[in-house]
């Protein structure tokens, strides 16, 4: 078996996981077994889709991969789609953009649903329409009892409440029916800078941003000393300042909006930004093709995004001192600010911006990036957003940050009746309330 099909491993190989027992789960009734073998042999359960986001490894444990659950089904008079965990939002855009509809899914086609909805779910249409978990209609989902469950607002509020915004800390998801919406088109694509625009670029945007409206999500990717995969000429081998746009209005109102950014000198190397179907938002981020490797992923939310702010910023990752790893900004705000019409316990949402360092293992890379997280902790909310997380975030402590601290004491309390041996563990941990270790 060849490493990229190895059921262990997903594609971030920060971690590399030595399980008991690996189930590839080709239904609900695997599921069950899966989690019925571990409470049998008092061993964790862990779950792996695409492994973008890892956290702990699954030693010794019964490891659930769930590639082969992938299905998707469509309910177009409803605006729902139904979908199975190991669904990827490349699965679902297939099936949804047919009928004009949109899921409120993420930048990168590649990224696993159930994972990214659990986690909050920040995407192209969330200024406008506010976090993925906020549309969940339905789950289903094996806990750790061995049960299946089928859950709602109705059925278990609690439980619900829980596992949008809980990760995979109180049960298995196998599915869930979402909302999709009439988004048949977007205003989007990138504006390249060279470089030595940087200052220029973020000082505009922090200004430009202020005067969106909620129909536009951006954000700025600092690519340094990275090859873009598949790069059009006037971007091989470069440094970047990518501006990435993603407008759900009218075209021509895109367009104007854009315009003082297009203004900017110097000019950008490339412009992509155009009226294209939804079904081609993943070309938005030019986010890699999917190949393994190892990335140590942490984030910061922040409040607001000021003078200083960008100062402070563009000091700690100019080339001099040695900022030789992505980092994403990418403005929050709009319907994310506002509580969902059904409770959750998704954070964050006094969060203005996210900043998501993407790091290499070396320990003088490690180090840079903590010191831009840092240097940018007068901004900071104090939060954390557990899809851009990583293996050094898995502590109860740096979780905890990641919900409102009610939020938090209570989703402890539901750990400890839900699971209260935390047969669900191998994860962004909640300890079930009662266990302090």
């Given at each position: 078996?060849?490493?990229?099909?190895?059921?262990?491993?997903?594609?971030?190989?920060?971690?590399?996981?030595?399980?008991?027992?690996?189930?590839?789960?080709?239904?609900?009734?695997?599921?069950?077994?899966?989690?019925?073998?571990?409470?049998?042999?008092?061993r964790?359960?862990?779950?792996?889709?695409?492994?973008?986001?890892?956290?702990?490894?699954?030693?010794?444990?019964?490891?659930?991969?769930?590639?082969?659950?992938?299905?998707?089904?469509?309910?177009?008079e409803?605006?729902?789609?139904?979908?199975?965990?190991?669904?990827?939002?490349?699965?679902?855009?297939?099936?949804?953009?047919?009928?004009?509809l949109?899921?409120?899914?993420?930048?990168?086609?590649?990224?696993?649903?159930i994972?990214?909805?659990?986690?909050?779910?920040?995407?192209?249409?969330?200024?406008?329409?506010?976090?993925?978990?906020?549309?969940?209609?339905?789950?289903?989902?094996?806990?750790?009892?061995?049960?299946?469950?089928?859950?709602?607002?109705?059925?278990?509020?609690?439980?619900?409440?829980?596992?949008?915004?809980?990760?995979?800390?109180?049960?298995?998801?196998?599915?869930?029916?979402?909302?999709?919406?009439?988004?048949?088109?977007?205003?989007?694509?990138?504006?390249?800078?060279?470089?030595?625009?940087?200052?220029?670029?973020?000082?505009?945007?922090?200004?430009?941003?202020?005067?969106?409206?909620?129909?536009?999500?951006?954000?700025?990717?600092?690519?340094?000393?990275?090859?873009?995969?598949?790069?059009?000429?006037?971007?091989?081998?470069?440094?970047?300042?990518?501006?990435?746009?993603?407008?759900?209005?009218?075209?021509?109102?895109?367009?104007?909006?854009?315009?003082p950014?297009?203004?900017l000198?110097?000019?950008?190397?490339?412009?992509?930004?155009?009226?294209?179907?939804?079904?081609?938002?993943?070309?938005?981020?030019?986010?890699?093709?999917?190949?393994?490797?190892?990335?140590?992923?942490?984030?910061?939310?922040?409040?607001?995004?000021?003078?200083?702010?960008?100062?402070?910023?563009?000091?700690?990752?100019?080339?001099?001192?040695?900022?030789?790893?992505?980092?994403?900004?990418?403005?929050?705000?709009?319907?994310?600010?506002?509580?969902?019409?059904?409770?959750?316990?998704?954070?964050?949402?006094?969060?203005?911006?996210?900043?998501?360092?993407?790091a290499?293992?070396?320990?003088?890379?490690?180090?840079r990036?903590?010191?831009?997280?840092?240097?940018?902790?007068?901004?900071?909310?104090?939060?954390?957003?557990?899809?851009?997380?990583?293996?050094?975030?898995?502590?109860?402590?740096?979780?905890?940050?990641?919900?409102?601290?009610?939020?938090?004491?209570?989703?402890?309390?539901?750990k400890?009746?839900?699971?209260?041996?935390?047969?669900?563990?191998?994860?962004?941990?909640?300890?079930?309330?009662?266990?302090?270790?």
């Amino acid at each position: 078996m060849s490493a990229d099909m190895d059921p262990r491993l997903g594609l971030n190989r920060a971690v590399e996981s030595h399980p008991a027992h690996v189930v590839e789960a080709a239904g609900d009734q695997d599921m069950v077994a899966a989690v019925r073998l571990a409470a049998e042999e008092e061993r964790a359960v862990g779950v792996l889709a695409t492994g973008h986001g890892p956290s702990l490894a699954a030693d010794g444990a019964v490891l659930v991969n769930t590639r082969r659950m992938n299905g998707v089904r469509v309910d177009a008079e409803r605006a729902t789609a139904w979908i199975e965990a190991g669904a990827r939002w490349r699965d679902v855009l297939a099936h949804t953009t047919p009928h004009g509809l949109a899921p409120l899914n993420g930048a990168s086609p590649d990224v696993g649903v159930i994972g990214y909805l659990t986690g909050g779910g920040a995407g192209l249409l969330g200024r406008r329409f506010g976090f993925a978990a906020d549309h969940v209609r339905r789950l289903r989902l094996v806990t750790a009892d061995g049960r299946f469950r089928e859950v709602t607002a109705d059925t278990d509020p609690d439980l619900f409440w829980a596992v949008r915004g809980g990760k995979d800390n109180f049960g298995l998801v196998a599915s869930a029916e979402v909302d999709l919406f009439p988004v048949a088109r977007l205003y989007g694509g990138g504006l390249y800078f060279p470089a030595e625009a940087t200052a220029e670029v973020l000082h505009a945007y922090a200004e430009w941003v202020r005067q969106l409206p909620e129909t536009m999500a951006t954000s700025v990717l600092l690519a340094r000393d990275t090859d873009l995969p598949d790069a059009p000429e006037p971007l091989r081998g470069r440094s970047v300042t990518h501006l990435r746009i993603a407008y759900s209005g009218d075209p021509a109102d895109g367009e104007r909006l854009v315009r003082p950014m297009r203004a900017l000198r110097p000019a950008a190397l490339l412009d992509t930004v155009r009226d294209m179907p939804y079904a081609d938002s993943g070309t938005i981020h030019h986010d890699p093709v999917s190949a393994p490797y190892v990335a140590y992923d942490r984030n910061v939310l922040l409040g607001e995004l000021t003078a200083d702010t960008v100062d402070t910023l563009l000091a700690l990752t100019a080339p001099d001192t040695g900022g030789a790893f992505p980092t994403e900004l990418r403005h929050f705000g709009g319907a994310y600010a506002r509580p969902p019409q059904v409770p959750n316990c998704v954070g964050g949402r006094d969060a203005a911006f996210s900043l998501f360092p993407r790091a290499t293992p070396e320990p003088d890379i490690l180090r840079r990036r903590d010191d831009l997280l840092a240097g940018l902790r007068p901004w900071s909310t104090g939060g954390i957003s557990l899809n851009f997380a990583g293996v050094e975030d898995t502590a109860p402590d740096r979780v905890r940050t990641a919900y409102a601290p009610a939020d938090f004491d209570r989703l402890r309390t539901l750990k400890a009746r839900h699971d209260p041996d935390n047969m669900f563990r191998i994860n962004f941990n909640i300890p079930p309330k009662g266990d302090d270790r």
